[in-house]
């Protein structure tokens, strides 16, 4: 048995290595290749993930998946989870015929193109019938990969394994109840935030010193990863020893950094806190999409948008800036950071009216996938949805419905995880505090002992345990959005008064 | 036919594929890559590496190339030069058993270490037994090859398509006939060249400038490369259009990275200048060891330390590095970065001495692989060789024979690759003048007319032709020392009166 085992686990290292492989190559291009190499490497680089994908879908895998599955009662927890995690990724390809997995790949690399020349042209029409063709393909596929109660719930599962329509019908519906009036009521505020400061200049190399002294006072390793600069910032990790983020740098402003970096560096701390004895299997990654973005979320919202962090770090931060910022207190900070109005565009939203930008993609996706959307008038579904939940619409295609990328690479059920991250990590604070003093530990500086929870109870498992388990034993109940409501109309009432 | 061409081709995509996905991993260990992340990374990569070893040695493989062979009248020249680059590296792996390669892989990584401990503790004899060891099984690698006229021939030819005793014997008895004479001419010269401009310090910024102002200056194309800094400088490619660089900054030593930088800038240009369609192939890199290294040689010394370089660029250069400079002219930068006098360690030799140094380790290597050595008093022998050519010998094993890491990794052969190098610069550049006038154009900063020639007659070639047919097609000859030897007498003579 130990033999099988064995070859099973090199089956699995080589399949890692492949997507490794194809990972540095991604850091790589996002960060300094230069352009005119990209097209030579990427024909080479598709071969290994060709041959990554090959092996995931063999009849070697199919065996080794049915040796582990066959024996699952004498292994270890972690050649179980392997097993677990292994079944999702075959079940989730091997069902595809090859042919139709060729043709959505070249019908999605041509989307793409079409998306981006519509948006540019503010033409959503020109890509209604792709967008069809795109959904089309994605409910045979999961036709194909069978499905309960909603077609939808399959997709979302990819993204948030155990998530379904009926869990987030529920959730989001808790959201529009108190985020929708919250909304309505900050929106008629007569409270005028200063909004100055986050237009001020920052030179390059003071916001570089910056990102320094936020990973480090978030507890990002420097010995164990780096940051770098990207059009987009990312995390990418190559081990729980080499974790990577990027940011990206705007002279005239300097905060869409600041946050950015604790962003990624909420990410990033996930993946250092993953065991280490996990490293080169299938599981020492992060659980899924939305444990991902609650770390993320913990770390730029719950610390880095809290008064508690500005009282701790105003000095420092303003030591780093330099002497124009000497004139706004810790408070100035914490209020110009946490501006909240309802606006177009997801991803320049606040904290606050964020979820409803998500909860009207939620809903969109759902009746497409349902089958009983109307390619066609979308943008009037879109402006309709803007309306209800934000009081306010888009004038154009380019504004609202073509926005974002991923409908036009069949990312369909990855929406919900960006909301549901918010709230995770809201329901993981609510949990912490019944252990820690979370605001005092903040004003101190002290993130260390908020992150040890955090290891403790997320991290370090990396996939060992499914989300739900994650949850549950973290915080002795499952998904509940009351925590998350309760946060945003705690903190936005403050605010707004 | 098409058919199996096609095939062949893509097997060899594949393992070219693992190759660059292995580059790359080298390029980031040597560039940024967190040290703590570097075991678990290594161990990932050695997968792909092992996969393109088997694959190059795979029965597979050898029915690739029997087919080729079979065929080779009737195939274009690309695929003929394919299967002949491809039948090398077959056979150069194919006849050493598995278990012997993966005894000495064994053998190498400890030797490393142990030639590690004896450089720092000054301590030969501790190493002899092990390069002992190194040398029986490059014997009978080479024995299990096959050889002709002398066992060191297939080492040299690794290296070196084509070469042999015979004709390093005959280059390097031209070599001393001229160049220990002048070096000991030199040596008693009553010349003092100012060396202070050497030692002025320039800070990181300006010398990044001033790596910027060279490579564009020699025609480097950043749009298809970039610089970047590593503990040791080297060019690395990934295509024709993504040629990398790095070098070492020392901030007391500004002219070490001066050339540095030209040096590797010469090896980039290669890469760059290779015909685009051989990209992707096996031929779409620099012909061999030493027409690599005569580009880098070309640019850094016959370009970068040329008189008529520094009447061109004196100004720019002195601009770049400030004030402090204005008190040098053209002259003084010439004579310092030309300053020659016998010295115990190669990589710090000038462009006189350095062949020296290299013939000394030929001369020991031949020894070594012939058999006649006495392992035990190898440093008498170097001793030796260093009093007769240089006139000087060193102290210490440290300073002597400890110095260089090539024995301890187990190559042999590759030295002598670094004085032909040198000596097909010159050859180059007197079979170009017979067109073009060399120092007029270097003059008037002009490269591109120069590097326009290369590019005809040697880059755009990769590895298309062999490295013999290379030379006499763009020089009329075969290696030649005497444009060389003749070479450095004009120049070092004038410099010395």
Redesign the interface.
Known sequence: MDDRLGNIEAYF??I???D??YG??EW?IST??????????A???A??AE?SFAMGISPEMESNLKYLEENIDSLDSRHKAMARVARREFDAKRKIPPKLAGEFAELSSKAKAVWEKAKEENDYLSFAPVLKEIVEYQKRFVDLRGWEGHPYNTLLDDYDEGMNVDKLDSFFAQVQETVVPLVKAVASSSRQIDERLLFMQVDLQTQKKLSAFLMDKLGFD?????I?ESAHPFTIN??A??VRITTNYNVQKPFTSVFAVMHETGHALYEQNVDPSL??TFLENGANMSLHESQSRFYENLIGRSLSFWVHARDSIVEILGPDFEMFSALDFYESVNIAKPSLIRIYADELTYPLHIMARYEIEKEMIGDSADFGSLPDLWAEKYMKYLGIKPETDTEGILQDIHWSGGSFGYFPSYALGSAYAAQLKAAMSKELDFDRLVMQGNIAEITAWLKKNIHSYGKLLTPDELVMNACGEALNAKHYTDYLSEKFSAIYQ
Request: no cysteine; proline share 5%.
């Open positions: 290292r080589k890692h290595a492949l490794t492989a540095l190559f790589d300094i290749a230069p352009r005119a190499g990209v097209p030579v490497r024909g080479l680089f071969i290994l041959e420097s010995s164990r990863g780096l770098s190559f081990s020893n080499d490293a080169g």
